[in-house]
């Protein structure tokens, strides 16, 4: 069956000054879906997003843009929030979102109309002539992340959309990503906080170090790593400890490690049988952290949790 | 995709308004008014003061008859010459030594002498510094040479009466038409030139906002860089339309006002080759010419600085280019051929204010059809080189397409 991608990107590559920021990434985002790319600040993932915009052209490598090579021609059907963003700061917030729309090929007076719409719809009436310069930059972010879909694209991309958010605008983020992805819009979003990609995507791609690490769905991710099993038990010694994987660890006063690939049954049995005392037993389904961690490793994990921090501090 | 057109226009509506809407919008079109005007009160100023100032004083030491026959040369010469040709003479009756007498007169700072003239109109003596022959000098034997022949004439009886020259009026003479016409070149060319001088350099810092508050990444997601450009240069041409319109509507009434004093309003008799209708079209199309090509090449440089700091060091050699520009193509005025003339003519940057200044003095129509088609293209050259720079060295891109390629033109896909 041929699935039909939004974005499809095979082998880019590209340098700066010599230095390879990215090294052949190859994604494939299904249209309809939300779509994640993860990795920590400098893995690559803005200088992708800007080569299937078309912003900046790849070294190597090609993509295309809901069917189009270059994509500069689907831009009326794109919408593009930039992780530095930028507004004008003497306009106010409706004319702000029409000129974006106006940008993609909106009239200026649809764009008006759609604008105190999305505002009203938003709780933000009060801000419709308010300048730019006025606002917080959470608020403003809001603005020019309403820019982003007042022509009604058929694809969003958003660089590190929820950085620099507070948690209630970080809420009214996420929700708006799953109404466009309702109405059939392809969201593409690059984050550095693993649980907004969790939370919100279908598919991932996982990138370090300038590569793609992974590029699935997010329950595939998680099943690289098998479910966890945490044992607590009376008995200290027995017969059942033949019945534990050989790389159980003890932690405390508990037993860790992978359920073994005959399932929980067996083990169950053999638990019960050699007298092990259960006082606590659970199976746990590893989240797209441990994920992260096993397939981008150690050191990438650590970079997102420092990123993610300072995301925080910020 | 938007055509090319539609999303320059979009760039250049925003920009448009965001600089006549602002409150700094009113000083730019403020303060050239009140430039202008001190420099005229200056300029009337400063001319009241060099009438007085340079015009030297000659002391007249001479017996009551001499200084009379001499001042009354002076008054009759002056009748039809400008004033200030002359030097004026201040009539000093002589002392017993009138030698020592110059030498005093010309030392006394509160007196302010240039020459002492003293002796009689058979010797006359010119005392003075050695530049004084240069100065004065030669202009006084004029006074002395006339004052000689009246009296002669007197001694003999005989009597001059003046005569009036009969007019005869015709419309033009050539070397009258060729001087007012090499006049208005001139002033057609300044007049370009010191609007552009003022407006161009403006382009230098347009796209710093941009990429200041980011929103460079936005345009360039959305619309051709060349859009960008071409819109961010269109926006200044109008707003330097509205800064024409006023200025320009401002002088026209201050011309009306004039006539209207004099009581009658005509267009001055002797015009541009071309005439005055199609000469005011051809300068507001030069002007536009003028101002894209400089303006798309400043636009380029200005991309390229990456702060207010590069900028201010980039206005300098900018203003110097247009200068020498000016220059070059002052100098080919009413000039029939030549290297010069052709490199005027042919030179992007110097075509506009050589082609006006050819509208003033030839009639050919045909050539201004060729020159605009040519200006344009390379304001489209310049534009597509300077977005390309910019991709290549501010946005960081790899590649940047085809100088010549002509996609962008296309419309692409919509809702």
Redesign the interface.
């Known amino acids: 069956m041929t699935v039909d991608l939004a974005i499809e990107a095979r082998g880019l590559f590209k340098s700066f000054d010599g230095k390879p920021a990215v090294r052949g990434i190859d994604i494939a985002v299904p249209r309809g879906t939300i779509y994640g790319i993860l990795g920590p600040n400098g893995a690559g993932k803005t200088t992708t997003l800007r080569m299937l915009l078309g912003i900046i052209e790849p070294d190597k490598g090609r993509r295309t843009l809901l069917g189009h090579d270059r994509p500069l021609e689907a831009a009326r059907i794109v919408g593009y929030l930039p992780e530095e963003r930028g507004l004008y700061p003497a306009m106010t917030t409706k004319e702000a979102i029409a000129f974006m729309g106006a940008l993609r090929g909106l009239p200026l007076d649809v764009g008006r109309k759609r604008a105190e719409i999305l505002l009203r719809e938003n709780g933000l009436a009060d801000y419709v002539d308010k300048p730019i310069k006025s606002l917080s930059k959470g608020m403003a972010q809001t603005i020019q992340l309403f820019g982003t879909i007042v022509h009604k694209p058929n694809l969003v991309v958003l660089d590190e959309p929820f950085s620099g958010l507070d948690a209630i605008n970080q809420g009214r983020l996420e929700h708006m990503i799953r109404d466009e992805a309702a109405s059939g819009t392809t969201v593409i979003f690059s984050t550095h906080v693993i649980h907004h990609a969790e939370r919100l995507c279908e598919r991932i791609a996982i990138i370090a170090g300038g590569q793609i690490r992974f590029e699935g769905l997010v329950s595939e991710a998680r099943d690289r790593l098998r479910p966890q099993v945490r044992l607590r038990t009376r008995a200290t010694e027995g017969a059942w400890r033949g019945s534990l994987p050989a790389d159980a660890e003890i932690i405390g006063d508990h037993w860790e490690f992978e359920l073994p690939a005959a399932g929980i049954e067996p083990l169950l049995k053999a638990l019960i049988d050699g007298g092990a005392g259960i006082e606590e037993l659970s199976i746990e389904r590893p989240g797209l952290h441990d994920a992260f961690v096993a397939i981008a490793g150690e050191a990438a994990a650590r970079e997102m949790e420092e990123s993610e921090a300072m995301g925080k501090a910020a | ?2 055509s090319l057109f ?2 320059a226009m ?1 760039i250049a509506r ?1 920009d448009f308004i ?1 600089t006549v809407y ?1 409150r700094s919008f009113v000083l730019f079109l403020a303060v050239p008014l009140v430039v202008f005007a001190a420099m005229v009160f200056a300029s009337a100023q400063t001319d009241e003061a060099q009438r007085s100032e340079a015009q030297p004083v000659v002391a007249l030491v001479a017996d009551t008859s001499t200084a009379q026959a001499l001042q009354s040369a002076r008054d009759r010469l002056s009748a039809g010459l400008p004033e200030r040709i002359l030097p004026r003479l201040r009539i000093v009756a002589p002392a017993e030594n009138v030698d020592v007498q110059a030498r005093r007169l010309l030392a006394d700072e509160t007196l302010g002498y240039s020459a002492v003239i003293s002796g009689t109109l058979e010797r006359p003596v010119l005392t003075g510094p050695s530049k004084v022959d240069e100065i004065v000098g030669a202009r006084l034997q004029l006074v002395v040479d006339d004052a000689r022949r009246v009296a002669a004439l007197e001694r003999a009886g005989v009597t001059v009466q003046p005569v009036a020259i009969e007019r005869v009026v015709t419309a033009q003479a050539a070397g009258n038409l060729q001087m007012i016409r090499r006049g208005i070149a001139r002033g057609s060319q300044g007049l370009i030139f010191g609007v552009t001088v003022l407006l161009a350099t403006l382009l230098l810092s347009n796209l710093a ?2 990429k200041s ?12 860089l060349d859009a960008v450009f071409l819109g961010k240069l269109i926006a200044m041409l109008g707003t330097s339309f509205v800064g024409l319109a006023l200025w320009g509507g401002m002088a026209a009434l201050g011309y009306l006002f004039v006539q209207v004093v004099q009581d009658w309003v005509t267009m001055p008799q002797a015009g541009p080759a071309v005439g005055w209708p199609l000469f005011v079209i051809l300068i507001l199309l030069y002007y536009g010419a003028n101002y894209m090509l400089l303006g798309a090449l400043f636009l380029g440089i200005g991309g390229q600085a990456s702060n207010i700091r590069e900028i201010q060091t980039l206005s300098m050699p900018v203003t110097m280019l247009q200068v020498a520009v000016f220059l070059v193509a002052v100098t080919v005025v009413g000039s029939e051929g030549g290297a010069l003339t052709w490199f005027a003519y042919l030179f992007p940057f110097s075509s506009p204010l050589a082609m006006v200044a050819l509208a003033s003095t030839s009639s050919s129509l045909w050539p201004h059809l060729l020159a605009l088609v040519w200006q344009l293209l390379w304001v489209v050259v310049i534009i597509r080189v300077s977005s390309r720079l910019f ?1 290549l060295t501010v ?7 085809s100088l010549f390629s002509l ?2 033109w ?1 419309k ?4």
Do not use: C, H, Q, T
């Open positions: 995709m938007m539609d999303a979009v925003r965001a602002s906002e941009e508050n980011k929103v460079i990444e936005v345009l360039a997601a959305s619309v051709p991709r946005l960081k891109s790899g590649s940047a397409g996609n962008f296309r692409g896909a919509s809702n």
